[in-house]
């Protein structure tokens, strides 16, 4: 058992900023990829930024400039820092973690999701 408990979320006038932070705790052997999607209403969920574990980053392009993601290894933390958000930022943000729970299994993690708006 993986879990991935996600913090930070709420409201912020455009052009402001909030960062997010998701802890991944449980059986975990190692985790990989860590990463952050979105989904908001009426819409799929798509992805917006992920970090792999030697550090390469990769961002969905609306993001690029305005969003960025780190990790913290030793606590099996991600996060993601966001500047000048804008109203189409508006979204339940989901932590995601490939996590190797043991030398031979791995599994892909989701978090419960929170909610960011962005509203004036």
């Known amino acids: 058992q993986v879990q991935l408990v996600e913090s930070g979320g709420g409201l912020v006038q455009p052009g402001g900023s909030l960062r997010l932070s998701c802890a991944a705790s449980g059986s975990i052997f190692s985790v990989n990829d860590m990463g952050w999607y979105r989904q908001a209403p009426g819409k799929q969920r798509e992805f917006v930024a992920r970090?792999?574990?030697?550090?390469?980053?990769d961002y969905e392009d609306s993001v690029k400039g305005r969003f960025t993601i780190s990790r913290d290894n030793a606590k099996n933390t991600v996060y993601l820092q966001m500047n000048s958000l804008k109203p189409e930022d508006t979204a339940v943000y989901y932590c995601n973690a490939v996590v190797r729970t043991t030398a031979w299994a791995m599994i892909n993690s989701w978090g419960q999701g929170t909610q960011v708006t962005v509203s004036s």
């Open positions: 970090i792999i574990s030697g550090g390469r980053t």
